[in-house]
């Protein structure tokens, strides 16, 4: 592909032009470089078509992201709870429609089954730190626009438990030997459904959350980084 054509399929977008900015940087935003991957709105109206996802007392579909840039998705959802609502989201999650089964499965699969197992208690409540924000990657300006900016990404920064006890990544990651246990495979297991997972081993940006997306990479689409 040349120079000329590969720069065809660059779109410059700014987080200022977003009608949402989840990302707290204030001015006009960072600038961010994004490719048009016809991927996204395939998928999207796919998940949408197959009725996976349902409005219900804790999935509420909201206006359209995106407007004049590249960011958002057709249809999002406001996700307040998961797993039929026995593990609460806070603050709730805006997310696309491929994320809210995703963000599901995790949670019965591998959450709440860690919970039980390593402390006996049933998970009530994972801290959001972040779904959608239309910024790039790490908010590094001039970067490629992060999976946030398609609402396919959530980060998970803490994990409350119905005794009252409450596991943060940041702490718990080096804390102690069962709550770093938890935290480990509520990581790993993360990685059997989401194509990026990036935890605390990652790098310094990752420190005090978990970041979960469900972005294609590779030629095939099928890369995934578990990390
Ligand atoms: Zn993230």
Redesign the pocket.
Known sequence: MSALRSLTFLLIGSAGLAPLSGCGIGGGGPDFVAKYEPWRAVEERQCLASGVVRQSLFVHTRAALGGPSVCGAEQPFVVSGTASGRVQLNPPATLRCPMIPAVDHWVQTVVEPAARFHFGVPIQTMKVA?SYGCRPINHVSGGKL?E?GHAN?I?ISEFQFANGRSISVKNGWRGDGREQAFLRAVHRGACDTFTTVLGPQADANHQDHF?LDLARRGRSGTHRVCK
């Open positions: 972040a992060s946030h990404a980060d970041h």
